[in-house]
């Protein structure tokens, strides 16, 4: 509060722009109740060029109503009041002023990146949990959206595989928000990615686990459904087990299995189908490697043995 002389506060109503958006105008009616003297206000804001609804303050007896907006290309950074008294009729008058900046001059400020350090974040995000991605979104003002995202399971190593489609599924039932949650997620990966090349540091996200350790072969086509069990439990995804148990995957169609099948197979939590197809498709590009370093060695070989 700024310190106007005030007392026995009556009601309160708070109403913010959406994420994205910013303060562009303002209007006011002003409404006079004779019986008891008592001045009415209510207000709606401009976000973004689009008028919102009033506040729905109590009010009635209309008496006047003005708005304001800012310049094209511009957007309110603040407010100034006002206050009046006429003695005569015992009316409490206001006037408003906008103090309205160039959008483009504060976009950055507007649509940029909340200071991790400032949120006492890691900056590697790929190592992020759920509920430290909650305060990321929380700084956005998509706090709103946290619960979601919480109940999906998506932490630091799945947010970078979110598509539009998967923050439909999230709740983002607004286009813009979409889009713009999108825009932040690039910054986000591209301001990692320049970290971890000036530090030397090899960004990973699902890992694959130690298949030697568990008993498994190199080849995966040749797992058995309880082969591909093994992987599922030591990624933390045990809950599944049965259900891959029922539908038969093993390793000669691990490779062909999609999201859209783990959906249908029963797989809700948008978090663990992106898990799941991280995992696998990390396994075929190390197997692939695996691959292509046994077949470089074996010619050597043979070019080797022509040479004798």
């Known amino acids: 509060m700024q310190g106007l002389w005030f007392k026995n506060e009556v009601e309160d109503k708070t109403w913010e722009c959406p994420s994205k958006m910013y303060m562009t105008g303002v209007e006011v009616k002003r409404g006079r109740r004779e019986i008891g003297d008592r001045d009415t206000y209510d207000f709606k804001l401009q976000c973004s060029g689009v008028w919102q609804s009033f506040m729905g303050m109590k009010f009635g007896g209309l008496q006047e109503a003005a708005q304001k907006e800012c310049p094209t290309g511009d957007g309110s950074s603040g407010i100034k009041v006002y206050r009046g008294f006429i003695d005569w009729g015992d009316k409490d008058l206001y006037e408003f002023e906008l103090n ?25 995000v790929l190592v992020w949990d759920g509920e430290q991605l909650a305060t990321w979104l929380e700084a956005l003002g998509l706090g709103q959206l946290a619960p979601a995202f919480l109940a999906h399971n998506i932490n630091g190593g799945t947010v970078f595989l979110l598509t539009e ?13 979409r889009l713009y949650f999108i825009e932040l997620l690039t910054q ?34 040749s797992w058995s459904v309880k082969d591909v069990c093994k992987v599922l439990k030591e990624v933390g995804l045990g809950e599944y087990l049965q259900i891959f148990v029922e539908h038969r995957v093993q390793g000669d169609v691990l490779f062909n299995l999609t999201e859209e099948n783990l959906r249908e197979m029963g797989i809700d939590r948008v978090g663990d189908r992106l898990l799941i197809t991280d995992i696998v498709q990390t396994l075929y590009e190390q197997v692939t490697g695996w691959t292509e370093q046994t077949l470089s060695a074996n010619q050597q070989q043979k070019l080797l043995a022509i040479g004798q």
């Open 100 to 124: 309205c900046k160039s959008i483009a001059q504060n976009l950055a400020s507007i649509r940029g990146l909340p200071d991790l350090k400032m949120l006492g974040l890691p900056r590697n």
């Open 165 to 177: 489609e998967h923050l439909k599924e999230l709740g983002f039932s607004i286009v813009g928000d």
């Open 188 to 221: 986000l990966y591209d301001d990692i990615v320049a970290w971890s090349s000036a530090l030397g540091v090899q960004l990973q996200t699902h890992p694959v686990p130690p298949l030697r350790q568990l008993g498994l072969s190199l080849h995966p086509a």
